[in-house]
């Protein structure tokens, strides 16, 4: 079965600091993977996806995530922390059906100053 | 260029009334989907459309209904609330009637409470 872990449900950083968001999932075949952010009150929006092309995958806002298949992780990396990264980032696998994402429960960001 | 138009932003319910979550989209989105956000469990699908007349259950549909008679609008029915209903639902669209391969589009949600 499809499923998603995210470790820290809180993950809290020091401006300028290197942001490391982890997920691993499970999946019994060829995974799509995505990274999605949420700001306070809004809907989700996309940050970065991997479908099985290069396994360093670049988004938007400076994020990026590798794919480890051995280590079955795709963890979100920030090089340098800013206060408008506060956000809660969610991971999400392909299901079983082409037309359903499985989400992990989240991270939320909290960046000190 | 208003996206996915999400109303109302909020709503309390007695248990036992229904409602009516409406979800609109300008952007001839195929997909349509209602997810729910509970905390610490992440978003969990509800149903969703892949077109006009055509609609699926995802993981959590019990208690909920769902009618796609037009692209652009996907409403989501709950028929007799109850307090495990009490949650944040989002309305996401994509271009793709396969969420996989295009980004989806969300809503600013509906934070729902049922007493």
């Known amino acids: 079965a499809q499923s998603v872990t995210q470790l820290g449900s809180h993950v809290s950083v020091s401006e300028g600091a290197l942001v490391l968001l982890r997920c691993n999932y499970s999946?019994?075949?060829?995974?799509?993977l995505f990274w999605y952010v949420q700001y306070p009150n809004q809907g989700l929006q996309l940050l970065l996806k991997y479908t099985s092309a290069a396994t360093l995958v670049k988004g938007i806002n400076g994020f990026e995530a590798e794919f480890k298949k051995s280590e079955t992780s795709f963890h979100l990396t920030k090089p340098s922390a800013h206060m408008s990264d506060a956000a809660e980032y969610f991971c999400?696998?392909?299901?079983?059906?082409?037309?359903?994402?499985?989400w992990g429960a989240g991270t939320k960001l909290i960046i000190k100053p | 260029n208003a996206g996915v138009t999400q109303t109302p932003k909020f709503q309390v319910l007695k248990t036992g009334q229904s409602m009516t979550l409406q979800c609109a989209q300008d952007?001839?989105?195929?997909?349509m989907s209602w997810y729910r956000q509970d905390p610490g469990m992440g978003l969990r699908l509800i149903h969703y459309s892949v077109g006009a007349g055509i609609t699926d259950q995802g993981e959590v549909p019990n208690g909920y209904n769902v009618s796609r008679s037009t692209t652009e609008d996907f409403p989501l029915r709950l028929l007799s609330a109850a307090p495990s209903q009490t949650s944040v639902y989002f309305c996401?669209?994509?271009?793709?009637?396969?969420?996989?391969?295009?980004?989806?589009?969300f809503g600013n949600g509906t934070r729902l409470t049922v007493t």
């Open positions: 999400a696998v392909s299901g079983l059906s082409n037309y359903q994402l499985i």
């Open positions: 996401a669209s994509s271009y793709d009637s396969q969420p996989l391969n295009s980004p989806l589009h």
């Open positions: 999946s019994s075949v060829p995974p799509y």
């Open positions: 952007m001839n989105h195929e997909y």
